[in-house]
């Protein structure tokens, strides 16, 4: 006597409904996977901008060499919105900070193509932090933005499409 015994399997519907759920959430894995890529890039890129006052400090003691009058008649004075301080750029590694306009770098410029941080200055207008010959500190308002410019792209990168952060330094005698 044979006995029979009856299969149970998973029905056409339960299979689709079981695919469509795997598919759903692998596209889901895959979009939070080019999200957090981008995100964990633009922290690595604000931790390095967060190590610039250090270099800037040295260019700006640079410059102003014994004179930081004649530094400080550089530096605009703080308006807004906040356009044309004096401006610097640096490498996406932060090996060094040079100043665009001022006065030619100490070493070999830095090519267009890895110009990855702008860096401007400004000083304050207001006491006490107001630029005076008499005082021994220059204080600056600094903002730091990238991508200043692409690899392979030869114009700048567009200020809104620009991350940023700002600090204040000062720079004595």
């Keep these: 006597m044979k006995v029979h015994r009856q299969i149970r399997a998973f029905s056409l519907l339960e299979v689709i409904i079981a695919v469509g759920l795997f598919v759903s959430s692998a596209v889901v894995i895959i979009g939070f996977i080019a999200a957090l890529s981008r995100q964990g890039a633009d922290s690595a890129d604000t ?11 040295v260019e700006l003691a640079r410059l102003a060499g ?20 004096l401006a610097f750029a640096a490498t996406r590694e932060v090996t060094g900070v040079e100043s665009l306009a001022y ?15 702008l860096v401007e200055c400004w000083k304050f207008q207001d006491e ?26 030869a114009d700048p990168t567009e200020p809104s499409a620009r991350s940023q952060i700002t600090f204040t330094m000062s720079l004595t005698r």
């Design 47 to 57: 931790l390095a901008a967060q190590k610039l006052p250090e270099p800037l400090r």
């Design 66 to 85: 014994s004179d930081l009058e004649a530094l400080a008649a550089q530096i605009p004075v703080m308006s807004a919105p906040l356009t044309d301080g």
């Design 103 to 117: 006065l030619p770098p100490a070493n070999d410029r830095i090519p267009a193509a890895e110009q990855y941080y």
């Design 128 to 153: 006490p932090l107001r630029f005076d010959a008499q005082k021994a500190f220059l204080a600056l308002q600094v903002r730091v933005s990238w991508p200043y410019r692409l690899p392979g792209v």
